[in-house]
């Protein structure tokens, strides 16, 4: 089984920066998308960020330019450096990875981290 655990995140003001770290755990085969979302109060899920076995990326268009997520697959890692940070990024930042455990062939699941307050004040 795997589990996801999740650090960085807290108070910062408008203009700063975070990091945010996740590392996986557990019998895993193969790690396919490794994601980053976030869900801000009275709001949806959206998705933030995700990097790709290729290790090429893509983001939401409202972090382009600020935000770069990156991974480490000999540390079952992904990483979301956070810059120029504004009031509106405020939310809890999730950690989500798709992956294939051991024993299961092909088969893809999909694991969430526990989420990260991440504050930005004006």
């Known amino acids: 089984q795997v589990q996801l655990v999740e650090s960085g995140g807290g108070p910062v003001q408008a203009g700063g920066s975070q990091r945010l770290s996740c590392v996986a755990s557990g019998s895993i085969f193969h790690l396919n998308v490794m994601a980053w979302f976030r869900q801000a109060p009275v709001k949806k899920r959206e998705w933030v960020a995700a990097?790709?076995?290729?290790?090429?990326?893509t983001y939401v268009d409202s972090v382009k330019g600020r935000f770069t997520i990156s991974r480490d697959n000999a540390k079952n890692s992904v990483y979301m450096q956070m810059n120029d940070l504004k009031p509106e990024d405020t939310a809890v930042y999730f950690c989500?990875?798709?992956?294939?455990?051991?024993?299961?062939?092909?088969?893809?699941?999909?694991?969430w981290g526990q989420g990260t307050q991440v504050t930005v004040s004006s």
């Open positions: 990097a790709f076995t290729s290790r090429s990326t």
């Open positions: 989500h990875v798709q992956l294939i455990l051991m024993g299961e062939g092909s088969r893809s699941r999909n694991f």
